[in-house]
């Protein structure tokens, strides 16, 4: 056991992992957060449970980052009022993350900054908890409920400044959400973001499926993150029921995880190069990213590898003609892009937009918790795949791209590398991939279990925790998906910018709507 | 210098509209069949709004690849608009959330008559895994008047043109309901 700068017992999920899950008193919260602060750490989810049937209360749940790897923090909490500490304060990123809590629990973060509504708009009533196991899983769409709420935003107030509201459908074909822009003419002097609209009942919705139909729902959190997803939900359920999964199941996580990450990046360039009026850029790239959609469905039957993720392994396998192939389209695109990211940088009218747009410091990154891509991009040195290796990434020596501007061509930069390094690394899977099982049945454990799974998605690190009932049945799932914690930083990095710029910031960070929102 | 290299890419990419015969044929000869009749029913052009009603963003991956290269669907006179009162067609995706409920419904009445509802995706068309609860109405057509419905998680971009031909060419809507 790593000795951590507090009496705390730190016990590790499973042996040699980087995960670490530890009881802790309420009150102590708050003195163990600031050591995690202290030593540069950050906080990455909360989230809260409703034990009582287990004979127990409410419970607060943490996941923080720190030099150890992550650090799961359980919090009983007492009476019939049920509160902790604020985090906030500490942890800024951790407010939309409690008010969440309390819309879904009613547990309260005690003297929270905002007390805002954050999921329930108005769909559900203020004194309704969704995630009580005493609220019906199968409620009505019909129940009554007010038609809307108005939602208190922030004013910005003088002479000559006026208010934007966008959305929450939007211009384009992305997901929908409210931003209230302040301006003063062009200028942003501030932005508000209203989230919650995509909220399905996603945590709710676990409730009671089997072990296999949830990989499938964990897959389904936030679509362009299906394999980041339905690996850390395999992770959970697989620790919590203590299931041994076959080497050649694990790589093959690794490679469509790798797979998605190209995917992702190449469709994200593109849009950076039309947001910028390079259309050519964006033809160039979904070019790319066609060719790799349909290799993907050729081989392994869907375009963006949904479903091939269960509990105990995988549910396809790749042949040598396969790998031939996957190969030499890895060595095609890498050229490819090689060829874009020349014309990228020899653009002056690209170069002139990208660069010191959206700026989110150093500094302020790590105040404000950014994580992922995003914080690579701004000198948040964090990659799970470097520095907390789950295999077959122990086995891969991954390189870590990071940037220090925090601008949009930091972020765009950040993706080149990552796209190389990621056909590097698809192409070292393919090559050292070993035989064996696809797959290995999952017992159910005796009585009740927890587990938590922690994967480097291509947008940033992505936790599921999972707990499994007595029948083998999900109890508690609560997925994370890394946009929680970066979109209080759009926030940021728009300020002083122009508001024909946002759609540029705003596509550099390319963050989730469906996943915070669940 | 970027000119140079951008004219030198595009004479060598060349065009990529119609895919390769050997990469999947099968494929081709149902964009080149969709395309002429697309040109046939309109002879025109179709205005497409894109709804994310609480969609995963699953359906929004296959829209955009629509709107990619390989399927030149502006050169066959298929359009996303801004706006819904620029669009002929509606194209919604995900089980309809209750906090996007309102939305969706103002969306669909701001499209001028006569106009066409497309439901994408499982979850458009049934309310897929996350179905009905307290947070969602489930499938497209338990809020607005749905014509089409594509089923598949997420349906390809071919499936996609198909249900959206398939919409067109069934008439226009005359009235809501």
């Given at each position: 056991?790593?000795?951590?700068?507090?009496?705390?017992?730190l016990?590790?999920?499973t042996?040699?992992?980087?995960v670490?899950?530890?009881?802790?008193?309420p009150?102590?919260?708050t003195?163990?957060?600031?050591?995690i602060?202290?030593e540069?750490?950050?906080?990455?989810a909360?989230?809260?449970?409703?034990d009582?049937?287990?004979?127990?209360?409410f419970?607060?749940?943490?996941?923080?980052?720190?030099?150890?790897?992550?650090?799961?923090?359980?919090?009983?909490?007492?009476?019939?009022q049920?509160?902790?500490?604020?985090l906030?304060?500490?942890?800024?990123?951790?407010?939309?993350?409690?008010?969440?809590?309390?819309?879904?629990?009613?547990i309260?973060?005690q003297?929270?900054?905002?007390?805002?509504?954050?999921?329930?708009?108005?769909?559900?009533?203020?004194?309704a908890?969704?995630?009580?196991?005493?609220?019906?899983?199968r409620?009505?769409?019909?129940?009554?409920?007010p038609?809307?709420?108005p939602y208190p935003?922030?004013?910005?107030?003088?002479?000559?400044?006026?208010?934007?509201?966008?959305?929450?459908?939007?211009?384009?074909?992305?997901?929908?959400?409210?931003?209230?822009?302040?301006?003063?003419?062009?200028?942003?002097?501030r932005?508000?973001?209203?989230?919650?609209?995509?909220?399905k009942?996603?945590?709710k919705?676990?409730?009671?499926?089997?072990?296999?139909?949830?990989?499938?729902?964990?897959?389904?959190?936030?679509?362009?993150?299906h394999?980041?997803?339905?690996?850390a939900?395999?992770?959970?359920?697989e620790?919590?029921t203590?299931?041994?999964?076959?080497?050649?199941?694990i790589?093959?996580?690794?490679?469509?995880?790798?797979?998605?990450r190209?995917?992702?990046?190449?469709?994200?360039?593109?849009f950076?190069?039309n947001?910028?009026a390079?259309?050519?850029?964006?033809?160039?790239?979904?070019?790319?990213?066609e060719?790799?959609?349909?290799?993907?469905a050729?081989?392994?039957?869907?375009?963006?590898?949904?479903?091939?993720?269960?509990p105990?392994?995988?549910?396809?396998?790749?042949?040598?003609?396969?790998?031939?192939?996957?190969d030499?389209?890895?060595?095609?695109?890498?050229?490819e892009?090689?060829?874009?990211?020349?014309?990228y940088?020899?653009?002056?009218?690209?170069?002139?937009?990208?660069?010191?747009?959206g700026?989110?410091?150093p500094?302020?990154?790590?105040?404000?918790?950014?994580?992922?891509?995003?914080?690579?991009?701004?000198?948040?040195?964090?990659?799970?795949?470097?520095?907390?290796p789950?295999a077959p990434?122990?086995?891969l020596?991954?390189?870590?791209?990071?940037?220090?501007?925090?601008?949009?061509?930091?972020?765009a930069?950040?993706?080149?590398?990552?796209?190389?390094?990621?056909?590097?690394?698809?192409r070292?899977l393919?090559?050292?991939?070993?035989?064996?099982?696809?797959?290995?049945?999952c017992?159910?454990?005796?009585?009740?279990?927890e587990?938590?799974?922690?994967?480097?998605g291509?947008?940033?690190?992505?936790i599921?925790?999972?707990?499994?009932?007595?029948?083998?049945?999900?109890?508690?799932?609560?997925?994370?998906?890394?946009?929680?914690?970066?979109?209080?930083?759009?926030?940021v990095?728009?300020?002083?910018n122009?508001?024909?710029?946002?759609?540029?910031?705003?596509?550099?960070?390319n963050?989730s709507?469906?996943?915070?929102?669940l | 210098?970027?000119?140079?290299l951008?004219?030198?890419?595009?004479l060598?990419t060349?065009?990529?509209?119609?895919?390769?015969?050997?990469?999947?044929?099968?494929?081709?000869?149902?964009?080149?069949?969709?395309?002429?009749?697309?040109?046939k029913?309109?002879?025109?052009?179709?205005?497409?709004?894109?709804?994310?009603a609480?969609?995963?963003?699953?359906?929004?991956?296959?829209?955009?690849?629509?709107?990619?290269p390989h399927?030149?669907?502006?050169?066959?006179?298929v359009?996303?608009?801004?706006s819904?009162?620029?669009a002929?067609?509606?194209?919604?995706?995900?089980?309809?959330?209750?906090?996007?409920?309102?939305?969706?419904?103002?969306?669909?009445e701001?499209?001028?008559?006569?106009?066409?509802?497309?439901?994408?995706?499982?979850?458009?068309?049934?309310?897929g895994?996350?179905?009905?609860?307290?947070?969602?109405?489930g499938?497209?057509s338990?809020?607005?008047?749905?014509?089409?419905?594509?089923?598949?998680?997420?349906?390809?971009?071919?499936?996609?043109?198909?249900?959206?031909?398939?919409?067109?060419s069934?008439?226009?809507?005359?009235?809501?309901?």
């Amino acid at each position: 056991m790593p000795k951590h700068p507090d009496d705390l017992a730190l016990t590790p999920q499973t042996e040699g992992g980087f995960v670490w899950r530890s009881r802790l008193e309420p009150g102590r919260l708050t003195a163990f957060a600031r050591i995690i602060q202290d030593e540069g750490g950050q906080l990455l989810a909360l989230w809260g449970a409703d034990d009582r049937h287990l004979g127990r209360n409410f419970t607060v749940h943490v996941a923080f980052l720190s030099s150890v790897g992550l650090i799961w923090t359980t919090s009983e909490l007492d009476g019939d009022q049920p509160a902790y500490p604020d985090l906030a304060h500490i942890f800024p990123q951790a407010d939309r993350m409690q008010r969440a809590a309390f819309d879904l629990l009613g547990i309260r973060a005690q003297d929270g900054v905002d007390g805002r509504a954050w999921l329930r708009h108005a769909a559900w009533v203020e004194d309704a908890f969704p995630l009580r196991k005493d609220f019906p899983a199968r409620a009505a769409c019909r129940s009554p409920r007010p038609e809307t709420e108005p939602y208190p935003f922030i004013r910005v107030e003088g002479e000559g400044v006026h208010e934007i509201a966008v959305g929450p459908i939007h211009a384009a074909t992305i997901e929908p959400g409210h931003f209230r822009f302040s301006v003063i003419g062009d200028r942003i002097l501030r932005l508000e973001e209203r989230l919650g609209y995509t909220h399905k009942g996603t945590e709710k919705r676990f409730e009671g499926l089997d072990l296999a139909t949830g990989a499938k729902l964990a897959g389904r959190v936030s679509g362009d993150s299906h394999t980041a997803f339905a690996w850390a939900y395999c992770m959970a359920v697989e620790t919590a029921t203590a299931c041994s999964v076959p080497d050649r199941a694990i790589w093959l996580r690794a490679l469509f995880l790798e797979m998605e990450r190209v995917a992702n990046h190449l469709g994200d360039l593109g849009f950076l190069g039309n947001d910028v009026a390079l259309t050519f850029g964006f033809v160039q790239f979904w070019r790319l990213k066609e060719d790799w959609m349909r290799l993907s469905a050729r081989l392994f039957g869907h375009r963006y590898l949904f479903d091939m993720l269960l509990p105990g392994g995988v549910a396809t396998d790749i042949d040598a003609r396969g790998k031939a192939d996957l190969d030499a389209l890895c060595k095609r695109i890498a050229g490819e892009v090689q060829t874009l990211r020349h014309i990228y940088d020899e653009h002056t009218g690209l170069q002139d937009r990208f660069a010191n747009t959206g700026i989110v410091a150093p500094d302020m990154a790590a105040r404000l918790g950014l994580t992922g891509l995003a914080g690579r991009a701004s000198s948040q040195a964090w990659d799970a795949r470097v520095q907390f290796p789950c295999a077959p990434y122990d086995r891969l020596d991954v390189n870590m791209a990071l940037q220090k501007s925090g601008d949009v061509l930091a972020r765009a930069e950040v993706r080149f590398t990552e796209v190389f390094e990621s056909l590097r690394l698809i192409r070292l899977l393919l090559e050292q991939l070993p035989a064996g099982a696809l797959h290995a049945p999952c017992t159910q454990a005796a009585g009740v279990c927890e587990g938590l799974g922690w994967v480097e998605g291509w947008r940033g690190p992505v936790i599921v925790a999972v707990r499994i009932d007595a029948d083998g049945r999900l109890d508690r799932v609560h997925p994370h998906d890394p946009s929680w914690q970066n979109w209080p930083l759009v926030e940021v990095g728009v300020l002083g910018n122009i508001v024909p710029d946002f759609p540029l910031i705003n596509k550099s960070f390319n963050l989730s709507y469906s996943g915070p929102d669940l | 210098m970027a000119t140079f290299l951008i004219l030198q890419q595009i004479l060598k990419t060349g065009s990529v509209s119609e895919p390769a015969p050997e990469a999947d044929p099968a494929l081709r000869t149902r964009e080149q069949a969709l395309h002429a009749d697309i040109l046939k029913v309109f002879g025109q052009a179709v205005a497409i709004r894109h709804v994310d009603a609480g969609s995963c963003n699953g359906c929004e991956l296959e829209i955009h690849a629509l709107n990619g290269p390989h399927y030149n669907i502006e050169g066959m006179g298929v359009k996303f608009v801004a706006s819904p009162r620029h669009a002929d067609l509606l194209l919604v995706t995900g089980p309809v959330t209750r906090n996007m409920e309102i939305a969706l419904k103002r969306a669909f009445e701001a499209v001028p008559e006569p106009k066409w509802v497309v439901a994408m995706g499982d979850c458009g068309c049934t309310g897929g895994m996350f179905g009905e609860n307290y947070a969602t109405c489930g499938k497209v057509s338990s809020v607005i008047p749905v014509d089409v419905e594509v089923p598949g998680c997420p349906p390809t971009p071919v499936a996609l043109l198909q249900g959206i031909l398939a919409a067109v060419s069934g008439g226009r809507r005359d009235a809501e309901g």
